[in-house]
């Protein structure tokens, strides 16, 4: 497929199955281009042959977001491959080990925390640091990070968690640092909780379909110039911090 040059073009993390697969579908319905950042290049390849099959522009990016080389690495394959960004989902996200209590806070297993950590915070910091410069290239940057209302504070929903749930509650915090370092931007940063899906991460043993899941990211992805910066939402609206 030819591209033109306003033809808008996304980044999402973790694009090869689940939530980000159905967002990278979203975005390729939506006559995005997108850059399918997946880790694993069996997966990587099968996944844009699906997009491409189902009629939508897509490319995939080499990407590990624990690790500053790969992340590196795939800014510099937008960057030759499509010259900017207009969108970025971070979406790749783990639940980590629950076994033996690892997850109980009483007996939290540190390295586990540790874990979901290096994924779910550090390398939504990581990709977001990587990909600004071609972000700030677009006419209307909008960035999304894939949250969970288990991260929020008021809710305490959920089962107890104590590496993922705070891992989250710490990713929209990290979330309204961006939006306020880049109030003065055009660049919108807003974090999404997609409800509870079925997804390999889940067991496959919950209410909603992946794309259910994605349409809060497709909304906060292509928000108006006067959208929200730093906030929390699902599809019902604002989610309590
Ligand atoms: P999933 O089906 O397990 O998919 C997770 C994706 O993240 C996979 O593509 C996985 O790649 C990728 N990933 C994990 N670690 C990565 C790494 N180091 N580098 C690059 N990619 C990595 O889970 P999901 O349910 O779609 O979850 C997607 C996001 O939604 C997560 O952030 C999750 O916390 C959030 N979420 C999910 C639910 C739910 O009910 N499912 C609810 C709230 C929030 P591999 O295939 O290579 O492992």
């Known amino acids: 497929m030819d591209r033109v040059n ?9 694009a090869n199955k689940g939530i ?15 850059a399918v950042g997946a880790r694993d290049e ?3 390849t099968e996944a844009v042959d699906r997009l491409r099959a189902a009629g939508s522009d897509a490319f995939g990016v080499a990407l590990d977001v624990t690790s500053d080389e790969s992340v590196a690495a795939a800014a510099s394959t937008v960057e030759q491959t499509v010259g ?11 639940g980590g080990r629950i076994d033996g209590g690892a997850q109980d806070p ?9 874990t979901v950590l290096d994924t779910n915070v550090f390398g939504v910091v990581r990709v977001t640091n990587a990909m600004l410069p071609l972000l ?11 949250s969970s209302n288990m991260g929020s504070l008021t809710l305490r929903t959920g089962p107890i968690l104590a590496a993922y749930a705070p891992s989250k509650s710490m990713l929209n915090s990290v979330t ?5 370092a880049l109030a003065e931007t055009n660049i919108l940063v807003n974090a999404a909780c997609p409800g509870y899906v079925a997804t390999d991460f889940t067991g496959f043993n919950a209410p909603r379909t992946p794309e259910q899941g994605a349409a809060i990211a497709l909304r906060l992805a292509t928000l108006p110039d006067d959208g929200p910066r730093g906030g929390f939402f699902d599809d019902a609206g604002v989610v309590a911090w």
């Not at 306003?6 to 973790?14: E, M, Q, S």
């Not at 900017?84 to 783990?94: C, E």
């Open 176 to 180: 309204v640092q961006y939006a306020r």
């Open 20 to 34: 980000g697969f159905a967002i990278a579908q979203g975005l390729g319905a939506l006559g995005f281009t997108v």
């Open 42 to 44: 069996a997966r990587r």
């Open 136 to 146: 700030r290239r677009a006419a209307a940057p909008r960035i999304v990070n894939i």
């Open 106 to 114: 009483v007996t939290l297993d540190l390295d586990v925390v540790r």
């Open 84 to 94: 900017r960004l207009d969108v970025l989902v971070n979406n790749a996200g783990i």
């Open 6 to 14: 306003d033809t808008k073009i996304a980044l999402v993390t973790g």
